[in-house]
């Protein structure tokens, strides 16, 4: 029987227990990753929707993506956004009325989208953009996913009063749908953006 080296074994277990520290620091930064973002669901979306009901559907992914994606270098690994949405939904659930659907689902939805697109595109910039886009998108199409509806929902309901009271505009409904969904992925093109300068900032200040 051939005996190793006493430092190879040494080498071997310091190997197993660096990657044990690695997987308990992860665990932690997801659950604190989970709980933040379940705070901004619950805090901040309200505070958007007194601002502006009508841009509410646009402001509040808009920011949901900068903070995910901006955190997302400190948890590299596949499928931590979507562990970290658990908490957030979970949040989201247990303090905002026990509603499966609305926030509760899009949470979980928008972290699937997330997750899926970084798998295709590994993390870099267009995947940023993307996951913005995407991300932007479904908010918009949501109404239309879970309930059915599109033109008669609260959001293009609120935003087509927004327009017209704001604009003195009476737009045709094929037109503000074209202007409702091209102000969603220019709000992720520039959340795409912003997220990465900010994640390769944060590399930066962490080096």
């Known amino acids: 029987m051939i005996r190793l080296p006493p430092f ?3 080498d071997t277990h310091m190997v197993k227990n660096d990657r044990k520290i690695a997987f308990e620091i992860q665990i932690q930064r997801i659950i604190l990753f989970g709980i933040v973002w379940g705070l901004l669901e619950l805090f901040l979306n309200p505070l958007l929707k007194d601002c502006s009901r009508a841009l509410a ?31 957030a939904a979970m949040i989201k659930y247990f ?23 970084f798998l295709l595109s590994g993390l870099c ?16 199409f949501h109404p239309y996913i879970s309930k059915g509806l599109l ?3 609260s959001h293009f309901v609120l935003f087509k009063k927004f327009v ?14 074209a202007v ?3 102000l969603h992925i ?8 912003i997220s990465w300068r900010l994640a390769a900032y944060f590399r930066k200040v962490q080096h």
């Not at 220019?186 to 953006?193: D, K, Q």
Request: net charge neutral.
């Open 180 to 182: 409702l969904l091209s």
């Open 151 to 153: 033109c008669q929902s």
């Open 8 to 10: 190879v074994l040494t």
């Open 57 to 87: 559907g646009i402001s509040m992914p808009f920011f949901s993506v900068v903070f995910i994606l901006s955190v997302k270098h400190r948890i590299p690994a596949g499928g931590t956004v979507f562990l970290a949405a658990v908490i």
């Open 186 to 193: 220019i709000a992720g093109f520039l959340s795409g953006c």
């Open 125 to 140: 910039l267009w995947g940023y953009i993307s996951a913005g886009i995407l991300v932007q998108l479904y908010s918009a």
């Open 164 to 177: 017209l009271d704001s604009f003195h505009l009476n737009l045709q409904r094929a037109a503000l749908i």
């Open 95 to 117: 303090f905002a009325g026990m509603v499966l659907s609305g926030g509760f689902m899009a949470i979980l939805i928008e972290a699937a989208l997330i997750e899926a697109l």
